[in-house]
Antibody, heavy 121, light 108 residues
Framework: EVQLVESGGGMVQPGGSLRLSCAASGFTFKNYAMAWVRQAPGKGLEWVSA????????YYAASVKGRFTISRDNTNNMLYLQMDSLRAEDTALYFC??????????????WGHGTQVTVSA | DTVLTQSPATLSLSPGERATLSCKAS??????LAWYQQKPDQAPRLLIY???TRATGVPARFSGSGSETDFTLTISSLEPEDFAVYYC??????????FGGGTKVEIK
């Protein structure tokens, strides 16, 4: 089955860290760029980070640059998001998403169901 | 950053009616714009990319048009399952990839 399954979310205090994981299956993971997109409670979608298929290039939203690190393991079909120095405004449902085509179109045709991150004292 | 402004915020329509959703970009995104549908407690679903190309499996009642700064998503005749929130997304000027604020299509 073609799917993405996120894990690793939870509740953390401000300043803390979390590592999100996304397990991919049913497609040739190594061929596709991937991204993380978040959605704060009752709000719209916000792009967080993206990574090329070979990990050669990573991209970040200004709001997370320097605090979050995206990475991937093409051997084990995994995508990661290391989140440090977390803030209350990082509270959201975090989705991983797959690029539509192997040639970097940056539209997303496969999404996981999301993992909830809550930053609160 | 390219800001995408969607209107209206909420569209109240009945099944069978035509829905017209707007997405305006703060600068030209050429035709590099996508539309997504999101239902409550679900992940977004890609409907349209490159302004007017339907994604695999998307019904023909969904159509996209526009270029540069003005884009439209049209649902020709609303089905019960089409009541949802719709987002546009650009990939022309990035990073960052940006999404619009969304239009909620609700049952009148």
């Amino acid at each position: 089955e073609v799917q993405l399954v996120e894990s690793g979310g939870g509740m953390v205090q401000p300043g803390g860290s979390l590592r999100l994981s996304c397990a991919a299956s049913g497609f040739t993971f190594k061929n596709y760029a991937m991204a993380w997109v978040r959605q704060a409670p009752g709000k719209g979608l916000e792009w967080v980070s993206a990574i090329s298929s070979s990990s050669s290039t990573q991209y970040y939203a200004a709001s997370v640059k320097g605090r979050f690190t995206i990475s991937r393991d093409n051997t084990n079909n995994m995508l990661y998001l290391q989140m440090d120095s977390l803030r209350a405004e990082d509270t959201a449902l975090y989705f991983c998403a797959k690029d539509l085509f192997p040639n970097y179109v940056w539209y997303f045709d496969l999404w996981g169901h999301g993992t909830q991150v809550t930053v609160s004292a | 950053d390219t800001v995408l402004t969607q209107s209206p915020a909420t569209l109240s329509l009945s099944p069978g009616e035509r829905a017209t959703l707007s997405c305006k970009a703060s600068q030209s995104v050429r035709r590099y714009l996508a539309w997504y549908q999101q239902k409550p407690d679900q992940a977004p679903r890609l409907l349209i990319y490159d302004a007017s190309t339907r994604a695999t499996g998307v019904p023909a009642r969904f159509s996209g048009s526009g270029s540069e700064t003005d884009f439209t998503l049209t649902i020709s005749s609303l089905e019960p399952e089409d009541f949802a929130v719709y987002y546009c997304q650009q990939r022309s000027d990035w990073p960052p990839l940006t999404f619009g604020g969304g239009t909620k299509v609700e049952i009148k």
